[in-house]
């Protein structure tokens, strides 16, 4: 299996396909896993490059460690560099969103199209405490109270009731993970890495076109945290989707698709109209 050194630790990541090359970087609780069912299809005309971050899926754990999320950004960073890749398009979901938006300011340069779902600018007060209380459930070692305290809450009402037997599946499948406590020392350590995030001031550092989609139910990141994203950048487009949740690639998966490749792969970003 693919890994590169980063500091002494190993980081996983995957390589598929051939064309402009797309980094996707995971939500929290992702891995490069998650992805699979969209891989034939961002594949199809593009490279696609898959990583778990530190504490994420097969890289290695930070046990016993306190970080931000900076360090995500210097392994993405060492990644491109063992690829040799000097030009990058990155998508990021939520935490991999974060993580897009530090590496955007720290090497503008590197990027050239961006597209981010369900990001916020900054960890808010009421996030924080969100985060502190996925924490205090974590230490009990519960896994079925920490499921129902993280996982139905990043899906819209509507979805989770039409797909209410698919949710019992899930939860099935992720309680037994939910139970482990590797899993949950991770989980505690990757969600303190964000607790201070904040890009509100440097955003004008970014350079590269930005896709912004937001969802107007999605009640980890709320609307109003996304539309100051798309205020704050400054070449920037917003698409908001209705009656969607935080796990907006899951919930509407062709369009996930369809807005990452479209706006990546668009060959003119000028029209003469």
């Known amino acids: 299996m693919p890994y590169f050194d980063f500091k002494g630790r190993l980081v996983y990541y995957d390589v598929q396909g051939e064309g402009k090359p ?94 981010l779902f369900n990001t916020t600018p900054y960890t808010s007060a009421w996030l924080a405490e969100i985060g502190h209380q996925w924490n205090a459930i974590g230490k009990t070692r519960n896994g079925k109270t920490y499921y129902q305290a993280t996982i139905p809450v990043i899906y819209s009402p509507s979805y989770y009731e039409k797909r209410l037997d698919w949710m019992k599946k899930r939860e ?41 989609v937001a969802a107007d139910e999605d009640y980890l990141t709320p609307m109003q945290n996304q539309k100051l994203l798309h205020e704050l950048i400054k070449d920037s487009e917003l698409v908001i989707l209705p009656g969607v949740g935080h796990a907006s690639m899951y919930e509407r998966p062709m369009l996930f698709v369809t807005l990452v490749l479209g706006f990546i792969n668009q060959v003119s970003d000028q029209y003469q109209i």
């Open 22 to 115: 797309i980094l996707i970087l995971n939500g929290i609780m992702m891995s490069t896993k998650s992805w699979e069912p969209f891989m034939k299809s961002l594949t199809q005309s593009n490279q696609l490059i898959r990583l778990d971050f530190l504490d994420q899926g097969q890289s290695d754990k930070l046990e016993n460690s306190v970080y931000t999320q900076d360090i995500q950004v210097d392994v993405i960073f060492e990644c491109l560099k063992h690829l040799g890749i000097k030009k990058i398009n990155i998508v990021g979901i939520s935490y991999g969103g974060e993580v897009a938006l530090l590496f955007a300011v720290k090497h503008p340069s590197f990027v050239d199209r961006m597209v």
């Open 172 to 212: 099935e499948v992720l309680v037994p993970i939910f139970s482990n406590p590797v899993f949950l020392d991770q989980m505690e350590r990757l969600t303190n890495s964000a607790e201070r995030f904040d890009v509100r001031h440097e955003l004008h550092k970014i350079e590269s076109k930005t896709l912004i």
